[in-house]
C-alpha cells in the first residue's frame, strides 16, 4: 500500500497528503510524506481518537494541522495529545444544503414511521431501540413500523432479538442503501432514531451524517446524548434522551408523536440550525485555507501542478 501511494504521488507530484482518519490510512500517509519531503494532515472523528489505535506522537507530530468535525472529540485529543493543540481545527462536516430540500410536513398518524441509518454495531444501541419499539407497540396507543438501514456484524442477533419479541412483522430490513434511497425513507419517515451507546472500548459516535441530513430535511430526531450528539441535538432541534433506557427513549418518540406543534417548531429550529452550522460551502472554504497554508508551508519537496 505504502509503495502504492509513492508511486501516485511522485506520478501526481503531490505537494500535501491528507488522511481522513486517524487509523491505517494516517500511518501510512505520514510515512509517505515523510519519505516524499512533502507536508501531511489529518483529519479524526470520532473512534479514531477516543479508541486510537497508533501511537499518537506518530500519527500527529509532523502534521501540519489537525482537523475534527466535532467537540467531543476535540476535546479527547486535547486531553490526549496536548503537544498538538495548537494545530487543532474543529470543521464540521457540512452539506449542500440545496440537495436536502425541507420536508414541509411529517405525519405520524395513522401510523408511527421510525427510521434507524447506521451500522449494525455496539455503539448505535439498535437493541435499545428495539426495547423501545416493543413497548411502543404493547401500548396499544400507537400502530407503529420500523426501518433500519445499515448492516454490520450485529444484524443477526439483531434479527433475533426482534424474532424473539415478536417484532417481526414491524420491521423492515433494508440493508445498506445508497444515497438517494436514504434520501427518500427520510422524507417518509416520521422521525430519524438515533440510540448511540458508548461502547466497552470507548468508541461512540461523532455527529453521524445521517443526523445532519434529517435535521436539514426537517425530519425529527430523536436520541441519545452520547459522543457529540449534543453539539447537535438538544431541546431546540430535536428530542434529547439524556438517561437513555428503552423506556426513556419509547417516551421520547411518543412525546415528539403527540405534540404536532412542538414537532413543527423543533423541525424548524434544526433547519435553521443546519443553515448556521453545517453548511458545506462554509466548511469547504475554511479546509481550502488550511491546505493552501499546509502547501505554501510546506517542508519541501515537490508541488502540485495546479
Not at 33 to 58: E, V
Not at 60 to 72: K, L, Q, Y
Not at 266 to 281: E, G, L, P, T
Given at each position: 500500500?505504502?509503495?502504492?501511494?509513492?508511486?501516485?504521488?511522485?506520478?501526481?507530484?503531490?505537494?500535501?497528503?491528507?488522511?481522513?482518519?486517524?487509523?491505517?490510512?494516517?500511518?501510512?500517509?505520514?510515512?509517505?510524506?515523510?519519505?516524499?519531503?512533502?507536508?501531511?494532515?489529518?483529519?479524526?472523528?470520532?473512534?479514531?481518537?477516543?479508541?486510537?489505535?497508533?501511537?499518537?506522537?506518530?500519527?500527529?507530530?509532523?502534521?501540519?494541522?489537525?482537523?475534527?468535525?466535532?467537540?467531543?472529540?476535540?476535546?479527547?485529543?486535547?486531553?490526549?495529545?496536548?503537544?498538538?493543540?495548537?494545530?487543532?481545527?474543529?470543521?464540521?462536516?457540512?452539506?449542500?444544503?440545496?440537495?436536502?430540500?425541507?420536508?414541509?410536513?411529517?405525519?405520524c398518524e395513522p401510523c408511527l414511521r421510525l427510521l434507524f441509518v447506521g451500522r449494525l454495531v455496539p455503539k448505535?444501541?439498535?437493541?435499545?431501540?428495539?426495547?423501545?419499539?416493543?413497548?411502543?407497540?404493547?401500548?396499544?396507543?400507537?400502530?407503529?413500523?420500523?426501518?433500519?438501514?445499515?448492516?454490520?456484524?450485529?444484524?443477526?442477533?439483531?434479527?433475533?432479538?426482534?424474532?424473539?419479541?415478536?417484532?417481526?412483522?414491524?420491521?423492515?430490513?433494508?440493508?445498506?442503501?445508497?444515497?438517494?434511497?436514504?434520501?427518500?425513507?427520510?422524507?417518509?419517515?416520521?422521525?430519524?432514531?438515533?440510540?448511540?451507546?458508548?461502547?466497552?472500548?470507548?468508541?461512540?459516535?461523532?455527529?453521524?451524517?445521517?443526523?445532519?441530513?434529517?435535521?436539514?430535511?426537517?425530519?425529527?430526531?430523536?436520541?441519545?446524548?452520547?459522543?457529540?450528539?449534543?453539539?447537535?441535538?438538544?431541546?431546540?432541534?430535536?428530542?434529547?434522551?439524556?438517561?437513555?433506557?428503552?423506556?426513556?427513549?419509547?417516551?421520547?418518540?411518543?412525546?415528539?408523536?403527540?405534540?404536532?406543534?412542538?414537532?413543527?417548531?423543533?423541525?424548524?429550529?434544526?433547519?435553521?440550525?443546519?443553515?448556521?452550522?453545517?453548511?458545506?460551502?462554509?466548511?469547504?472554504?475554511?479546509?481550502?485555507?488550511?491546505?493552501?497554508?499546509?502547501?505554501?508551508?510546506g517542508r519541501g519537496g515537490s508541488r502540485p501542478r495546479g
Open positions: 500500500l505504502l509503495q502504492g501511494i509513492l508511486a501516485e504521488c511522485r506520478d501526481k507530484r503531490i505537494g500535501h497528503i491528507h488522511a481522513e482518519f486517524a487509523d491505517l490510512a494516517a500511518l501510512l500517509g505520514v510515512e509517505a510524506a515523510r519519505q516524499l519531503g512533502c507536508s501531511f494532515s489529518i483529519g479524526i472523528h470520532a473512534f479514531d481518537i477516543h479508541a486510537c489505535k497508533y501511537p499518537p506522537r506518530r500519527l500527529f507530530g509532523e502534521a501540519s494541522f489537525i482537523t475534527v468535525c466535532n467537540e467531543a472529540a476535540a476535546e479527547a485529543f486535547r486531553r490526549r495529545c496536548p503537544w498538538a493543540a495548537d494545530r487543532l481545527h474543529v470543521i464540521h462536516h457540512g452539506l449542500e444544503l440545496k440537495q436536502w430540500p425541507y420536508v414541509e410536513r411529517v405525519e448505535k444501541g439498535v437493541h435499545i431501540l428495539l426495547k423501545a419499539l416493543s413497548l411502543i407497540a404493547n401500548t396499544d396507543l400507537q400502530a407503529v413500523q420500523l426501518t433500519i438501514i445499515g448492516d454490520g456484524p450485529l444484524g443477526p442477533a439483531l434479527r433475533r432479538q426482534a424474532e424473539r419479541d415478536g417484532l417481526s412483522k414491524r420491521i423492515h430490513w433494508k440493508g445498506v442503501l445508497d444515497q438517494e434511497a436514504v434520501k427518500e425513507c427520510l422524507r417518509q419517515s416520521s422521525c430519524l432514531c438515533v440510540p448511540s451507546v458508548i461502547d466497552a472500548n470507548g468508541d461512540r459516535d461523532g455527529i453521524p451524517n445521517v443526523v445532519t441530513e434529517a435535521m436539514a430535511t426537517g425530519l425529527p430526531v430523536v436520541g441519545s446524548q452520547a459522543g457529540s450528539l449534543p453539539e447537535v441535538l438538544s431541546a431546540e432541534t430535536g428530542w434529547p434522551v439524556t438517561d437513555l433506557t428503552p423506556e426513556n427513549l419509547a417516551a421520547a418518540i411518543l412525546e415528539m408523536a403527540s405534540q404536532p406543534d412542538e414537532r413543527e417548531r423543533r423541525r424548524k429550529s434544526a433547519r435553521q440550525h443546519m443553515d448556521y452550522r453545517f453548511n458545506a460551502r462554509k466548511s469547504i472554504e475554511v479546509r481550502g485555507r488550511l491546505f493552501e497554508q499546509a502547501v505554501a508551508g
